[in-house]
C-alpha cells in the first residue's frame, strides 16, 4: 500500500455562514480501507461528498488516482469540468449510500448494468454477464429480475454495493452503509464489505459499527466540529486514543 489513491488537501467547505468542514487532509492509500467515526454532524458525509464532487469544497483541492477531482489542469491552471467530464471522471469513484438509492422502476440487473452501459460504453451483454456473475457473488443471483421493492433492505444495500463494483472503480466510499438497515440485516451487509477488504478493494467508510472499523479497517480517523481530531493505525486509535475528545466518543459507543 504505497500509492496514494486519495489526497484531501486543506479542504473546508461552507453552507452560507456555516462551516461544515475546516481544513480537512487526509491521505488514503491503495488497497486501504479507511473508516471515518464520529458524531453525528461532525461533517463525514460532507467529506464524502467532496471526495466524489456530489458537493464542491468552499476551498482546498481533492486528487483521486492522481487526477484533481472536480478539475483538469491544463497550461499549469485548473479548469472546472462540465458536467460530462465530471460523469466520466465520477465512474471511478463508486458511492453507496445510507438509503441504496436504486431505482425504484428498474430490477436488480437494470439497475447494475445501467452506468456501464451508458458511461463507460460496455456491451450490453458483457455488463449482464457481468452483473450475474457480482450478484452470484454474494448470493443473490436469483433476484436478478425482481424489483427493489420486492429486496429486504439488506439485499437493496448488497445490491447497491454490487452496483458500485461493476463500475469497476479504483476507490468506494461508504456513507454509513448499515445505518438504515434493521439490525438483523446489517451482518449481511458487513460480510460482504469484508470481503471486498479481503480482496484489496480501496475503501472509505464512514461508520457508526466500530466492531467492523477494529476488525477490517487499517486506519481510522476520528471527526467532530469539522475537523478531524486523531488519526492513525485502527488498533490505535481504537484501544488507545490519544486524543480526549476521541476517549469520550468512544466510551460511549462500545
Not at 166 to 180: K, Q
Not at 190 to 195: D, E, N, R, S, Y
Amino acid at each position: 500500500m504505497n500509492n496514494k489513491i486519495v489526497q484531501v488537501m486543506d479542504v473546508s467547505k461552507s453552507f452560507a455562514e456555516t462551516r461544515v468542514l475546516k481544513n480537512i487532509s487526509l491521505d488514503v492509500r491503495d488497497g486501504e480501507v479507511a473508516c471515518i467515526i464520529g458524531p453525528s454532524g461532525a461533517g463525514k458525509s460532507t467529506l464524502l461528498r467532496c471526495i466524489n464532487r456530489l458537493e464542491e469544497q468552499t476551498s482546498g483541492m481533492i486528487f483521486v488516482a492522481g487526477e484533481p477531482v472536480g478539475f483538469d489542469l491544463r497550461n499549469g491552471r485548473f479548469h472546472e469540468l462540465d458536467a460530462a467530464a465530471l460523469a466520466r471522471q465520477r465512474a471511478g469513484i463508486g458511492m453507496v449510500f445510507q438509503r441504496f438509492n436504486l431505482f425504484p422502476h428498474m430490477t436488480v440487473l437494470e439497475n447494475i448494468i445501467e452506468a456501464p452501459v451508458t458511461l463507460r460504453r460496455v456491451k450490453k451483454a458483457d455488463a449482464i454477464a457481468s452483473a450475474t456473475a457480482l450478484l452470484a457473488s454474494i448470493g443473490l443471483a436469483e433476484k436478478l429480475h425482481d424489483y427493489p421493492a420486492q429486496l429486504s433492505g439488506g439485499q437493496q444495500q448488497r445490491v447497491a454495493i454490487v452496483r458500485a463494483l461493476a463500475m469497476r472503480p479504483r476507490l468506494i466510499l461508504f456513507d454509513e452503509p448499515t445505518s438504515a438497515l434493521d439490525p438483523e440485516l446489517v451482518g449481511e451487509v458487513l460480510a460482504v464489505m469484508k470481503k471486498l477488504a479481503k480482496d484489496g478493494m480501496t475503501m472509505i467508510v464512514v461508520t457508526h459499527e466500530i466492531g467492523f472499523a477494529r476488525e477490517v479497517a487499517d486506519t481510522v480517523h476520528f471527526m467532530v466540529g469539522g475537523e478531524i481530531v486523531e488519526s492513525g493505525p485502527a488498533a490505535s486509535v481504537l484501544q488507545s486514543p490519544r486524543e480526549a475528545r476521541t476517549r469520550t466518543f468512544l466510551s460511549r459507543v462500545m
